[in-house]
């Protein structure tokens, strides 16, 4: 057998392999050069999460959240003695008791739906604490002035003998007054410094109450202010919640107003915090509650509970006044029992064109397809335009711009050619014309090879000098398949918004029980028998104390038993007690407010 066949072989296959590896290295770097740069690692994402949908969700609902603070006059007659009572404040005038809830759009025309004590706070014991807290120096005022005492009372004096009993009170309340703020996640930081200065941008007042469910009944309600194309949310349905269920409560805590130089942006900054669902109740009155443990506090009342999918499927209502720790166990009005108030009002939860351009633009700038930053850009560039108000879309707009600086656009196959294509097919080309070149001398050397001469043939037929060897039979080489190197293929681009989890930082828990009220027995005497006044004084009228405003707090002197704090900017109002199930325990005085 010839070697020198093979030679040619041999050459074909190292250099054939040298030729093929080349090849891969320079399609590999063709590929990667062709490919669409992935999206900047950097921390701090706008919206955090975006991979996940449910974080998603949130992000898309957070605009359509707003802050209702309420406002209602009080006056409480103050029977001193038997004979002898005073209306406070002195002037004929009323003192004004702030509450704080929440509630969200839910339609495109300015409709929020929240809980019914948010805007018509019930007339009860924790109403009328409040009342007594503002009117308590000038009680103390009024028995300095008019009667002789042994030492001056105090405003924690006079708020124990009002608290406890000791003085016979009746409280009077006139209609309550509501306004409702964005979210800095619709108006974004504000410029100013003072929260009372807000202006229309961000402040709009309820109009009037739609419709409504009584406080001891659905406490739900539908209130309106005079907007259109607002952001909003989906009402959802509240029977596929089941136990177990992990929904979310957006809202304003009034324990998380940490702030003491009314800062709008901080008191305007929503909280977001997972509930897990308990149980699915039905109280007294037949209302479907959603029974919850997690971290829901005083102010988010009336918030709205979402599910995975983004939609309402209940609102923050109460808490179980029996549970020993009150904010362990809290109950949401469930969806349905607001299903009836949209049907009464033929409300139109269509969302609008805000809402619509809002998702569209959040979906591209969460999403992973190519030239998906350049498109959310120009689509939160367009919301930024049309509604001035929308603030809270620029961290957005900033951070998808820079994204969509590194980022390469795919090449259109209609008007450039396609490179990479190109490459590959030279390389392909090139490796043929060699390996045609190689084909061609090896048979040019075969061809060449020198035969044996013939020999004549001998009378016996034998051939003579023939060659004992014979000519080398000729057979197919055996086919050659090339052994491929197993390339791994280009690393999948980790998800837009993939950031290290950070440790989250726990504000110190605050206890929100109130202490049962002792009896208290004044430790100063009036220099005549009680209840009856020793004297009268002839002193010029003392001017009320003012108002104490939306921030002031009691500094209860050690040893004197007080009230919780009062009910104002820090959220006292929250979710309303539902007492003893079996029994309930609303007793409204308000004449306008009605069962539907």
């Not at 209130?223 to 349905?237: A, Y």
């Not at 591209?364 to 689509?379: I, L």
């Amino acid at each position: 057998m010839n070697r020198n066949y093979f030679r040619p072989l041999l050459v074909l296959r190292r250099f054939h392999s040298t030729i093929f590896t080349t090849g891969m290295t320079l399609l590999s770097m063709i590929l990667l050069f062709a490919s669409p740069a992935n999206a900047l690692a950097a921390g701090g994402i706008p919206g955090g999460n975006i991979a996940n949908p449910v974080v998603r969700a949130v992000d898309v609902a957070k605009p359509a959240i707003v802050r209702i603070f309420t406002t209602i006059g009080g006056s409480v007659t103050v029977h001193i003695t038997s004979t002898q009572s005073a209306t406070f404040p002195l002037n004929g005038g009323s003192y004004k008791l702030e509450l704080s809830g929440s509630g969200a759009f839910i339609s495109a025309h300015g409709d929020i739906l929240t809980a019914n004590h948010v805007v018509s706070p019930p007339h009860d014991s924790e109403l009328n604490d409040s009342l007594f807290q503002m009117a308590a120096q000038d009680v103390a005022d009024y028995i300095n002035q008019n009667f002789t005492t042994t030492a001056p009372y105090t405003a924690e004096e006079a708020l124990a003998l009002m608290t406890n009993g000791n003085f016979r009170t009746d409280t009077h309340y006139g209609q309550p007054s509501s306004d409702v703020y964005f979210s800095t996640d619709y108006s974004g930081p504000s410029p100013q410094s003072d929260f009372k200065k807000l202006g229309s941008d961000v402040r709009m007042h309820v109009s009037k109450i739609e419709q409504y469910s009584a406080t001891n009944i659905h406490d739900v309600a539908l209130i309106h202010v005079n907007l259109n194309d607002t952001p909003s949310i989906q009402l959802g349905d509240s029977s596929n919640v089941t136990q177990l269920d992990e929904l979310t409560i957006i809202g304003f805590p009034g324990n998380a107003d940490i702030t003491t130089n009314q800062d709008p942006t901080q008191i305007l900054t929503s909280s977001v915090n997972k509930v897990y669902v308990s149980a699915l109740k039905t109280n007294d009155m037949g209302s479907a509650l959603i029974q919850v443990g997690g971290n829901v506090e005083h102010g988010d009342s009336g918030g709205p509970a979402l599910d995975s999918n983004g939609t309402i499927v209940g609102v923050v209502s109460s808490y179980s006044s029996n549970a020993d720790y009150p904010l362990a166990t809290s109950f949401l009005q469930a969806s349905v029992n607001a299903q009836n108030l949209f049907l009464a009002q033929g409300l139109d939860t269509t969302p609008g064109p805000f809402e619509k351009a809002w998702q569209q633009a959040f979906t591209d700038y969460a999403s992973k397809a190519p030239g998906h930053w350049h498109k959310a850009q120009r689509e939160l560039q367009s919301l930024a335009n049309k509604y001035l108000n929308f603030n809270g879309v620029t961290p957005y707009l900033d951070y998808a711009a820079t994204q969509a600086t590194h980022e390469k656009l795919p090449m259109p196959t209609t008007s450039s050619p396609n490179y990479g294509i190109w490459a590959v097919g030279i390389v392909g080309i090139v490796l043929l014309i060699v390996i045609g070149a190689l084909l061609f001398f090896m048979m040019k050397r075969k061809k060449s090879a020198p035969v044996a001469p013939v020999v004549p043939s001998t009378a016996s037929g034998m051939q003579v000098g023939a060659s004992t060897q014979g000519t080398t039979p000729t057979r197919p080489f055996p086919e050659w398949e090339a052994q491929r190197q197993a390339y791994p293929s280009p690393n999948t681009p980790l998800p837009y918004g993939a950031q290290p989890n950070a440790p989250a930082q726990a504000w110190p828990q605050q206890d929100f029980r109130v202490p049962t009220p002792v009896p208290y027995t004044p430790q100063q005497q009036f220099s005549g028998p009680l209840p009856e006044p020793a004297a009268w004084q002839q002193r010029s009228p003392v001017p009320a104390s003012p108002t104490p405003t939306l921030f002031e707090t009691w500094q209860s002197p050690s040893g004197i038993p007080a009230p919780p704090p009062p009910s104002m900017i820090a959220g006292e109002d929250n979710r309303i007690p539902t007492g003893n199930l079996s029994t309930p325990r609303w007793q409204n005085t308000d004449s306008n407010t009605n069962n539907t």
